[in-house]
């Protein structure tokens, strides 16, 4: 897969959970699960923001080095940008904000060409660069598992968040899963490919994911929009 096939993925991914948020109580978007601790984040509405913050921050502050879209919000720039400040905010307009994100970074991925892609990128400290490749992949990954811990605090508050890993969304062999499946009573996943669109992910391909599911890195090196650089 390359990077606008895995993008393709989360747009896809991103659908399935933002009609999910929308079926949740205000209060339970809002409500501080996290507060009192020393993180940034206190409310599944500060994760909804930050991930679309983190992607317009990397597009335009460090990429292209133009105007965030988060300036054609006022009320962002007046809660004071990535943080715990989004409580108080409708999903709705976090949710067009992600929106206008995600269309701006659909037209800025077509100008990913191979020698772009190797370009040096200066990071905010001035003193480091890195390949525009890995900073991409960087900010693709960050989505995942930002959303992972979104669907685990919807858990934590009694919604069962939609399937997001990514063997849910790619296509399924029928023919050969109906026969692998026959004597099997799983019950199927259904994730959102596109308006009026489906895809059934069988009970063999459940169990892929169950086993993904289960496999983690053994390392977590802490990401750079971490260390203060977002305004
Ligand atoms: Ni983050």
Redesign the pocket.
């Known amino acids: 897969m390359n990077i606008p096939e895995i993008y393709d993925y989360l747009m896809r991914a991103r659908r399935d959970l933002w009609a999910c948020l929308e079926g949740v109580p205000d209060e339970k978007l809002s409500e501080p699960l996290l507060a009192g601790s020393t993180l940034r984040f206190h409310c599944l509405k500060d994760l909804v923001a ?1 991930v679309p913050i ?1 992607e317009d921050s990397w597009v335009h502050e460090d990429f292209l080095r133009d105007t965030p879209i988060w300036e054609a919000f006022p009320w962002m720039e007046a809660l004071g940008g990535d943080g715990p400040f989004y409580a108080g905010v409708p999903l709705a307009d976090l949710l067009e904000y992600w929106r206008a994100v995600e269309e701006s970074t659909l037209k800025y991925l077509p100008t990913l060409t191979g020698p772009e892609l190797q370009r040096q990128v200066v990071l905010g400290n001035g003193r480091e660069s890195m390949t525009l490749d890995g900073l991409v992949w960087h900010v693709l990954v ?1 989505e995942m ?2 959303t992972a811990q979104i669907a685990l605090m919807l858990r934590m508050r009694g919604v069962t968040p939609p399937q997001l890993d990514l063997i849910a969304y790619l296509p399924a062999d029928v023919a050969q899963s109906t026969s692998r499946a026959s004597g099997q009573s799983g019950d199927c996943v259904t994730n959102t490919l596109s308006p009026g669109s489906k895809v059934h992910v069988q009970p063999d391909a459940q169990d892929a994911a169950a086993r993904a599911g289960h496999t983690h890195p053994p390392l977590h090196r802490p ?1 750079r ?2 260390k203060g650089r977002v305004r």
Do not use: L
Request: charged share 40%; glycine share 0%; hydrophobic share 10%.
């Open positions: 930050h983190i960050h598992r930002h990401h929009k971490e």
